[in-house]
């Protein structure tokens, strides 16, 4: 089934401890999109500026990315971040941060998208993502991601998003900022009692956790050596779980878990490099590949 | 087959954000032995001091832990810990430390401990760990823990014992300080290539990874909101673990994995109360019991 997803397209400038790169390419729904394109169609809504090169919705394109909700605002330049992570590279630092197009962003749907029964809202104001949701009124599975910036000033646009979505994926700083609760068990089942089904919480290099009324269980991260840039790895894993809940058309509690697998491997190859550029290299047997390997590390 | 573990006998006093206890029954051995006689013989070696209590030598007993190598230190005190855990209750910081009797711990073993063919060097001195492996020359499973304090003050020892001992468990914070590596993957293969057969990295509510020439996996904690006093969750971690080994006999890679799990669920326990007051609740079949349950979470 189709997937829709609305969010940012950036450029990024990304400092690790060993590496500098500028100006690639980036943003929420770039990293989520081009994961869930591995398993299900994407229509992709975003905005960004009169800089934006061609080449880039062409890439979305070759991976069958339908970019008809890409609008380009006049006179404005694309959502720019620039980061730096910290010798763990699982801590980072924002060092500037211009919304530019992404600023005014008033995602207006194509009336083909709004019948999308797969929906994900990656991260937005919270006002926005309720804007989407009405618009998709019918939408069969309504996930969201959220952040820091939005708990601290937007939170009761947030708990009126919670209310009406059926999923919420977070990282674990954010879980225990919304709950005020150090414990992630605990952090991740108060999230879910303040409306969504199911809860996502994401840790890094230290898997993700999963929380509904009747289960709660944890996966770990997929071990890698190998961590170039960690940048879209929340967004990736993402667009891994949407896109194979998409692709099997259902989220009954073994289609999650499975989902949650997947985002994992979707997360582990993008922070293999920089921007989409280790993605750009796979295939779905790639991923595939990996996850009777992961299987196999869990599997006594 | 019998397990020998050689290591500290405490009392501890612990803070936690929302409770103290004092004086209460801690050290590396004491939570490695009662998590470990749940799957085998436990054969205990340490040293007391004159104020050691008759009921804990019992306790022990009570649980098979033959306590003749624990000795009883003429005019001293029993080694005591004073630590302080933070808000995440996975960060901690020690208050205050008495070595007392522990500190001029020789142990000596009785003739029928040093045929011993399962051996666990818990926490202390490279140098005495050293001299323990040489009074049992013919074990075949040989692993040891090890600390931050050992690896900055005693370096020179650990790298003779990395090369004479079959496995290494130590923190995440100890193997990125031995190895210089904040990558976990890449430090656990460095401490292996400095001698060990296998190295298993414990990250705490994070899980534990483990290290092999031809494998490398990691497992998630068991999750739990209940976490109470997370002091001795590594120790009871290496009890769960090697008792599992040494129940089976053998150390092949399927055994092993599944005795991380073991020591994982060992630890699960033992977070969920003071010292060891949870662990002496539960029976053989609790720890199947959630076996099963930490096998389904991690199926997919």
């Known amino acids: 089934m189709p997937l829709l997803v609305v969010g940012s397209v950036a450029f990024d400038s990304v400092q690790t401890p060993t590496e500098t790169r500028e100006d690639i390419l980036g943003g929420s729904a770039s990293y989520f999109s081009y994961a869930a394109s591995y398993f299900t169609p994407v229509r992709l809504v975003s905005v960004v500026g009169e800089d934006w090169p061609d080449e880039y919705t062409k890439l979305f394109e070759s991976r069958g990315i339908d970019t008809s909700g890409l609008q380009v605002l006049p006179g404005a330049k694309t959502f720019r971040w620039t980061g730096r992570y910290f010798d763990n590279m699982n801590d980072r630092e924002t060092l500037d941060l211009q919304l530019n197009a992404f600023e005014t962003f008033d995602p207006v749907l194509p009336e083909e998208f709004k019948r999308c029964q797969f929906l994900f809202l ?59 609760d150090e414990n992630l068990v605990r952090a991740g089942h108060k999230v879910r009692e303040m409306g969504p089904r199911f809860v996502v919480i994401k840790k890094g290099e230290h898997g993700a956790m999963f929380f509904s009324k009747h289960e709660t269980y944890v996966m770990p991260a997929y071990p890698t050596e ?24 259902n989220f009954e509690p073994q289609t999650l878990k499975k989902a949650l697998a997947y985002g994992t491997l979707a997360a582990s190859f993008t922070v293999e490099a920089f921007s989409l550029d280790r993605l750009k290299q796979i295939e779905r047997e790639d991923i595939d590949r990996r996850m009777e390997e992961y299987r196999r590390m869990l599997s006594f």
């Open 122 to 180: 990656a991260n937005g104001h919270p006002t926005i993502q309720l804007n989407v949701l009405e618009q998709c009124a019918g939408a069969t599975l309504r996930v969201a991601d959220t952040m820091d910036f939005y708990i601290r000033t937007a939170r009761e646009e947030l708990m009126t998003l919670l209310g009406r979505i059926d999923g919420l994926v977070l990282n674990d700083s954010e879980a225990k900022l919304l709950t005020g």
């Open 226 to 249: 190998n961590v170039v840039d960690p940048t879209g790895a929340g967004d990736s894993f993402g667009g891994g779980m949407m896109g194979y809940l998409a692709e099997q058309g």
